[in-house]
């Protein structure tokens, strides 16, 4: 299987915290990937890295076999590599339809292409992504007037709306509750499956994550702790230890 | 995609108030000029402080260097801009009809495009700054220029440049510049509600509400801040060059750079009105110059005081503006409605 996205040894420190060493990964193509690791372990450190968002210290990223390490957000963005935030980030003044609208791809987007107007597909295919997140009816409205697990489809929605490569995913079900939880995984699933969409997911909830990921990374203190598939993971004492804590 | 769904006959009562207004009332033609000047104003103020979310406090740049450039070009088709300026007034510039309009429409242009390459060198630099910083900044790129064209000799430095002489009679040239105001209000007005009919209104909207967001999503975000500042440039350069026009005589201080006056105006303007609306910078505009009119005309000496009370009332108890404050009273007449029918649709797919 193909890496779509390989790191290596990337370190990153912020003043004397080093909050990523030496971090080694690969991401294969078509796949669901899972990123685990106690709280402060450096994951979401890890993702700002790959999606450009901070300068790293060291080693190189590659993303489909061109190093990324030194592009900037929007760039990486269009390159087909996106990313969700932990702290749900929509655009709140504006409707779900849209917020969905504005997140069509910008890859080849010109000059000129900022004072088109968008076709009527695209807007068939912003309600069809929110009718696939259970959104649909509440199109017209704010998308700040929504709830937090509904904002959370919402930029899940318009994460799909972007037609991305690969997707990286901060913690997808923090904040949902139990009953939507099972319904996300779905849609997360169906993404991987329908829309070819590889998924690179930071996660908490254990459950979650040892059901849907083919292969999971488990970081500690900045550091690679364990990597393999959920069952080596579950079985794995280091992992179990950095999680309750060894004596 | 703000589709504006604005009855045509408010359209067509605008067109018909801005025709009749002069002929009605010819003894205040000057001051409905400068209604639609203030319009335009808080229009292009707008695109940026409240759709883009860039709170800019020195917008009034854009109107002193259109002022500027338009005056330099306007004399120096007929004489040298030195000579004629050295001569602190003592030399005027008469002209016929022929040529004092072509030397206007020459000026006018050259503002428009001289105030939009200002706005693309400019954004490069300021706009990579963001909430008060940029507020701060840019005020400071008026104050720099202010101060700039108040030593630059060339330019007439604190003693201002005279412009060329209205060939014709004052009541003319009221009305002459009522309709390039007017027209230029209403083009600000059509291009802006074309312009946020467009992606571009999205864009910029979703830099507003969360500019990190926008560039994780890939969005052009720097080029979509430099149009935005550059289209409000283009029509703030050929209102400065009509004002200079009207006053006849340019200087830094009061005329080309009032940043504590219309320079705040705009703002506040586009605040009464209610930010980041299609109308609300027109509304804020009407009202705020007819109370200022008002105030100016019945409490002189006290004018000053009323206008820092509206101010205070707008930003402590009424943010969201006149046209802010509708939205939330009745969100579904603005289509902030929750759909019933989708629930079939949903369940038959």
């Given amino acids: ?247 | 995609m703000s589709t504006d769904q604005t009855s045509w006959i408010v359209y067509v009562l605008v067109l018909i108030a801005g025709i009749v207004a002069p002929l009605v009332f010819p003894s205040y033609v000057n001051q409905i000029s400068v209604l639609w000047l203030m319009i335009l104003f808080a229009l292009t103020w707008d695109i940026v402080g409240g759709q883009m979310g860039y709170n800019s406090l020195g917008n009034i740049f854009f109107f002193g260097a259109g002022m500027y450039v338009s005056a330099v070009v306007q004399i120096a088709i007929f004489t040298d801009v030195g000579a004629y300026t050295s001569a602190r007034g003592g030399e005027q510039l008469v002209l016929d009809y022929g040529d004092y309009f072509l030397g206007l429409f020459a000026g006018i242009g050259s503002a428009a495009i001289a105030c939009v390459l200002f706005a693309i060198v400019l954004g490069w630099i300021m706009l990579g700054l963001r909430g008060p910083y940029f507020a701060i900044g840019t005020l400071g790129v008026a104050l720099a220029a202010r101060e700039l064209a108040g030593t630059w000799e060339w330019i007439g430095g604190g003693s201002g440049i005279a412009m060329p002489v209205y060939p014709g009679l004052p009541d003319e040239k009221s009305l002459v510049f009522y309709i390039l105001f007017f027209v230029l209000a209403v083009l600000t007005f059509l291009y802006v509600r074309w312009l946020y009919s467009t992606r571009f209104g999205l864009a910029i909207n979703a830099i507003r509400d969360d500019e990190e967001k926008a560039e994780a999503m890939g969005i052009h975000t720097m080029r979509h801040k430099i149009v935005a500042w550059a289209i409000s440039a283009f029509f703030l350069g050929m209102s400065g060059a009509v004002f200079g026009n009207v006053t006849g005589f340019v200087e830094p201080l009061e005329v080309a750079f009032p940043a504590a006056t219309f320079g705040i105006f705009m703002v506040v303007m586009s605040l009464l009105g209610g930010k980041g609306t299609l109308w609300g910078p027109v509304i804020g505009a009407t009202v705020f110059h007819v109370i200022k009119e008002v105030t100016w005309t019945y409490m002189l000496g006290w004018q000053w005081v009323a206008l820092g009370v509206l101010i205070i009332v707008n930003v402590v108890f009424f943010q969201q503006g006149i046209l802010g404050w509708v939205k939330e009273k009745w969100p579904e007449k603005f289509g902030l409605v929750v759909d019933d029918r989708g629930a079939s649709r949903e369940a038959s797919s």
């Fill in chain 1, 1 to 247: 299987m193909n890496s779509i996205i390989e790191v290596r040894d990337v370190s990153k420190a912020f003043g004397g915290v080093q909050a990523n060493s030496n971090i080694s990964l690969n991401v294969a193509e078509g796949k669901i990937t899972g990123l685990i690791g106690p709280n402060g372990s450096g994951k979401t450190t890890l993702f700002n890295s790959i999606v450009g968002y901070h300068p790293i210290d060291g080693g190189s990223i590659k993303f489909e076999n061109r190093e990324i390490s030194k592009l900037r957000v929007p760039q990486i963005a269009r390159l087909g590599l996106l990313r969700t935030f932990q702290q749900t980030r929509i655009y709140g003044e504006m409707d779900c339809v849209k917020n969905m609208l504005i997140s069509v791809p910008h890859r080849k987007a010109t000059f000129n292409d900022m004072f088109k107007r968008y076709p009527s597909d695209l807007m068939e295919r912003a309600n069809h992504l929110l009718e696939f997140v259970g959104l649909y009816e509440k199109r017209n409205l704010l998308a700040g007037d929504l709830s937090f697990g509904q904002q959370k489809l919402l930029e899940f929605a318009m994460a799909l709306m972007n037609e991305p490569t690969v997707l990286l995913l901060d913690e997808p079900t923090a904040g949902i509750n139990p009953t939507l939880i099972n319904g996300l995984i779905d849609r997360l699933r169906r993404a991987n499956t329908e829309f070819g969409i590889t998924l690179l997911v930071i996660e908490h909830n254990m459950r979650v994550i040892m059901n849907m990921a083919d292969n999971i990374y488990c970081l500690a203190h900045g550091e690679m702790l364990a990597s393999g598939t959920p069952d080596e993971i579950q079985n794995n004492q280091a992992v179990i230890d950095a999680y309750l804590g060894a004596h």
